[in-house]
Structure formats: C-alpha cells, structure tokens
C-alpha cells in the first residue's frame, strides 16, 4: 500500500466515526486519524475514558475533523450518539479492547461510543489489540465470532512485540493496513453493485490428502484470500457459492459447502458449475494424493511407510477445458520464482481468463498474512502489479478486472 491514502476516491468526502478505547494501541490510532484526514475523510474521534489513560484527547481534537466526544450526556448537544451513529459512513474501533468487543457484542451502551455502535446502521470496522493470552481466550473469540456474524468486518491484530516487552499474537495491525480495510469497506460501500445478477463460485482454503484416518498431505494455505473474494463478492450483489475447506466466517446469504479433499472439491465444484458465471479458483489444491489410504493409523513399530502419491484431478484446468461461452475464469498462481513466466504459462495451458499471481515467498504477501500484492495478469498480454494491500481490495482489484472482462465478452456477443 502506498504510504499515504491521498487521493483515494473511496475515502474522499466520506464521514467516520473513529472510535478509540483503552490499550496501549491507542497511539497509533492517532496516525490512523491524521490518515484519514489527509485523504479528505472527516473524522468525528470518540474516546472511552480508559482511552484518556494512554493518549490525550487535545490530540486527537487538533488532528480531526471535529473535537473530541467522550460523555453520553452533553448539555450542547443532548444525545451525540444518535447523530454520530445515524451520519455515518462507518464506524471504525481501533483499537478495540477485550472489553470493548464483550460490551458491543452483549449489546451494553453505557458510555458514547458502545452507545454510537449500537445506534449505527453503517458498516463497523473493529480492530482488536491486547495482550495474547487476552486475545486467544475462548470469551474474546466468541465475541468476535458474534460480531463477525452480525456483519462487523474485522482487521485482525498481528504478532509482534506487545506492551511489558512480551511477543505474540495481539498487536494492533498497522495504521496503513486499517486505512486500506477503510478504504475497501467504503469502496464497495458506494453504491458498487456491479455483480448483482451474477453467480460467483469461490473456492477457498488448503486442500487435505489423506495418508490414514489421522494424517494426511496438507498446505499453508488459511483460506483468508478466498474468503475475502467470497466476502467482496457479496458485497458487490453477487450470489455467491463458496466451496472451502477452512471455517471461517462467510457472507450472509452465501451457498457454503464444505470440502476436504481435491477430488471432494472437483466434484463439489463441477456439480454447481452450470448456472455460475464467475469461478475464482482461490483454493491451494494439492497436486498429488496417496494412492491407498490406510484403513487404520499407521504404526510406527512398521519402520518409515513408503507413501506412493498419484496426481489429484486438476479443477481449473477442468474448468477451462469444458468453459462455456461467457463464463470467466480467474485462476491464481502461487509461486517462489519467475512469477511472471510460471504464472503466464498456467493462464495459457489452464485457459484461464485472469490469473492472480503471488510471490508466496515475500513475508507479507501469500500464505497466512493479511496483506497480499500480486500481479494480475490476462491472455491479452495486459499485466498491472498491485501494491500491498489488504485481502479485502485485493478482492476488490480482482472483480474490477471481472468486470471488465464481462463487460467486453458482452461486447463481442453483440458484434
Ligand atoms: N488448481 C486446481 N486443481 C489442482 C491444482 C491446482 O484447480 N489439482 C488450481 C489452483 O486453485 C490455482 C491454479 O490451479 O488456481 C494454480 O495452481 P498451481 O498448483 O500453482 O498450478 P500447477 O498447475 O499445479 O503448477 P505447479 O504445481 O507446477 O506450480
């Protein structure tokens, strides 16, 4: 992502709540503001109290767009909550505390800016920061589960060095990948419904071989980039199927099948493809499974198994063989050299329409991170290298191209 989000037509002119509670995050919520306000947002900041004990309200009051609210009553302006919630474009937390999300997901409004979260009707951005263990307690992780369900977007926190010197999982994500996450939410926010009509069929996750009832062939794929590609399609109108390996959350209306292997997701995928006129094969199939799979676990008493793999069946290239006039096929490319070259040469042999290609190799791009960069390459010749970004406007990159492309397949019909 480009170090400045200036001149960003999706965030120009748009109206959020930035709202800020007590960790030792709060700090950066500050660069997250002055972000924004350089893109043109208006800012209105609101701040619990405990977020009062890690950053100045001054601050923030000087940096946005209008000053400070902390009170629920205010005797120049009776109920803020309803005016801030109901004016909205969204409403972002960053960063949201342990309590923060208990409070929000219970429904509790006993300060402005619980208050403003429930009195909204416009997208809401979390971003959790705390301590590990805080994070990966079962009451936290319900919490967001709840929320994620009810449609709040989520920028997870990252691992990293937290408050005591302590390293884990739980620090807050970067100002630059929160105000992509903006930027994306209010994108498809406005007024982009460019896939309504149109079936998308996603495919997402790792696949798993089985080698016997408790091993099995698997890789590092999360299932975060196929999710967010289900999740964008959505948002954009689109009916979406989404075939995946991994739980993760999923679009409200979405048709979600569960898979495990290569074959159970050929044939999932083939059984639904007449009416789909999108398929986006984001899913890391394996290449190769085991020939046999043991009926019962292998012992090790049995020295080292010799475990003879045969090839998997290979569903785009399925897909484009048998691809009926007007649908679009969008394959990806994981790769650790000559991206370019590998990725061209799969587009071509797997009759691909558009082919996203990463470098799984780079720390912040590929397997598990948040962020992603990639090249989107179409058989045109036609080759456009994205920045780093979020999984979420990646997504959205992709179904401009989408777009497009139906766009000029509709166009040769007519001709
Ligand atoms: N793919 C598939 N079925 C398979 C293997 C891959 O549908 N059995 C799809 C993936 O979902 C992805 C694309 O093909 O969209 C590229 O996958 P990749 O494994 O990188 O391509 P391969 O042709 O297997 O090339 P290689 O392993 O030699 O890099």
Redesign the pocket.
Known sequence: MSESAAGDTRLAGRRVVLGVSGGIAAYKAVEICRRLVDAGVHVAPVLTADALHFVGATTFSALASEPVRMALFDTAEPIPHTRLGQTADLVVVAPATAKLLGKYAAGISDDLLSATLLATRAPVLVCPAMHTEMWEHPAVQENLATLRRRGVHVVEPEEGRLAGGDVGAGRLASPASIVEAIAAILGSRAGRRDLEGVTVLV?SGGTREAIDPVRFIGNRSSGKMGHALAHAAADRGARVVLVTTVERPVPALAEVVKVES?QEMHDAVMARMGPVDVVV???????FRPVAVAEQKIKKAGGPPRVVLEP??????ALGASKRPGQILV?????TTDVRG?ATE?MLR?NVDLMVANDVSAPDAGFEVETNRALLLDPSGRVEETTLMSKLALADRIYDLVVDARAHLALDERR
């Open positions: 495919t290569a094969m984001a899913a890391a199939v394996a290449d998997t069946p290979d569903i785009l290239a394959g990806f490319a994981a790769e590998h799969k797997k």
